[in-house]
């Protein structure tokens, strides 16, 4: 019985094409800046809240912390044993540091904190021996009943200049999130913002132009820290105010040493 031999012709293989690094980056930035377009195009308003912070201060700069990932090095989601109270802000020698960090901090600045996490935790978290609870003002506490997931942080951030009649440049916003740091600004207990004050559908940027505005800030008074690179770029390209973007691990030494100096930079009267 007859039979045919049938042969598939393969290419040799090819090498890869080469990729332009130039085109890689402007293709990554062009998409960045798409994202950051839809997630403001989709942002809404934080809810109303009547202003609680108190204008008149000895202080006129404020630093506004992100929560998870930056004060602490992992997320918390309610009451914790002192053991895992201290892993959950990446051990008792790094507590500690923060302890000493913090109360040095306080006395340039009003601290606070603007995250999606709820207050309760928040000042429960902050409240458990070391205490770090009497370094922050109350009313810069900003938790997820501020800041829900459809609530930019950036209003949040500009409520809290407006409440502390601030002028922007004197507000530093720190978050472990790109977008919010590119959207938002800084911190003081009073100017601490929660998931009430931004959910995840509010830009940071918003809840730091809403804080410049409460505080009655310049923008060269505000720096905002944040983990995340869309937050941080959300917040610079939006409230044109100091940003600082930090590893998601937590802040490092020359994070804290990073904001300290700027809170212990002196205010140009000429700027204002």
């Known amino acids: 019985m007859g039979g045919a ?8 293989p090819s090498r890869a094409p080469v990729v332009d690094p130039l085109l ?7 998409l960045a800046t798409a994202v950051l377009a839809l997630y403001r195009a989709h942002a809404v308003e934080p809810p109303p809240r009547k202003s609680r912070i108190a204008p008149a201060t ?6 506004l912390f992100d929560f998870d990932g930056v004060l602490t ?37 009003r601290l606070g904190i603007v995250s999606r996490s709820f207050v309760a935790i928040i000042q429960q978290a902050l409240g458990q021996p070391p205490e770090l609870s009497q370094f922050f003002d109350p009313d810069l506490i900003f938790g997820y009943e501020d800041c829900p997931d459809e609530v930019p942080k950036s209003r949040i951030v500009e409520r809290a200049l407006q409440e502390a009649d601030l002028h922007r440049q004197e507000l530093l916003f720190v978050d472990d ?23 995840d559908e509010v830009p940071k940027s918003r809840i730091v132009e809403r ?17 995340s690179f869309l937050n941080v770029s959300d917040v610079s390209q939006h ?11 937590g802040m490092a030494s020359w994070d804290w040493e990073y904001i300290l100096s700027w809170a212990k930079a002196k205010k140009s009267t000429d700027d204002m």
């Open 211 to 227: 804080a410049l505005q409460e505080a009655d800030l310049h923008r060269q008074e505000l720096l905002f820290v944040d983990d």
């Open 177 to 199: 999130s790109f977008l919010n740091v590119s959207d938002a600004p800084f911190f003081d207990p009073d100017l601490i913002f929660g998931y009430e004050d931004c959910p």
């Open 239 to 249: 409230c044109h105010v100091e940003t600082l973007h930090v590893r998601t691990s």
């Open 5 to 12: 031999w049938v042969f598939l012709d393969s290419p040799l």
């Open 24 to 30: 890689l980056t402007l293709f990554f930035g062009a």
């Open 73 to 109: 090095t992992q997320e918390v989601h309610g009451p914790m044993s002192k053991s895992a109270r201290a892993r959950a802000f990446g051990g008792s020698e790094r507590l500690r540091q923060m302890q000493g960090i913090l109360e040095e901090l306080s006395q340039h600045a």
């Open 58 to 63: 000895p202080l006129t700069r404020v630093v």
